[in-house]
């Protein structure tokens, strides 16, 4: 069976999060992505992989705390 390509609009539905957050991912290096043409692909084996393994935090990060 051949690895289904996605693009990010597709792995951000899938994880439940914003585009500009799969690429910020990508970017990171926590998953891997290939150029198709004009946009990034993602393998779905990748997706489900890091989907298996990431600790998602709901909500916006606390403010640090500076004297």
């Given at each position: 069976?051949?690895?289904?390509?996605?693009?990010?609009?597709?792995?951000?539905?899938?994880?439940?999060?914003?585009?500009?957050?799969?690429?910020?991912?990508?970017?990171?290096?926590r998953?891997?992505?290939?150029?198709?043409?004009?946009?990034?692909?993602?393998?779905r084996?990748?997706?489900?992989?890091?989907?298996?393994?990431?600790?998602?935090?709901?909500?916006?990060?606390?403010?640090?705390?500076?004297?």
């Amino acid at each position: 069976m051949k690895d289904q390509e996605m693009f990010a609009s597709d792995v951000a539905a899938l994880l439940g999060i914003n585009r500009q957050r799969v690429n910020q991912l990508a970017n990171e290096g926590r998953i891997g992505r290939k150029i198709g043409g004009r946009y990034w692909l993602f393998m779905r084996s990748d997706i489900e992989r890091f989907r298996e393994t990431w600790n998602r935090k709901a909500g916006r990060p606390k403010k640090s705390q500076t004297v």
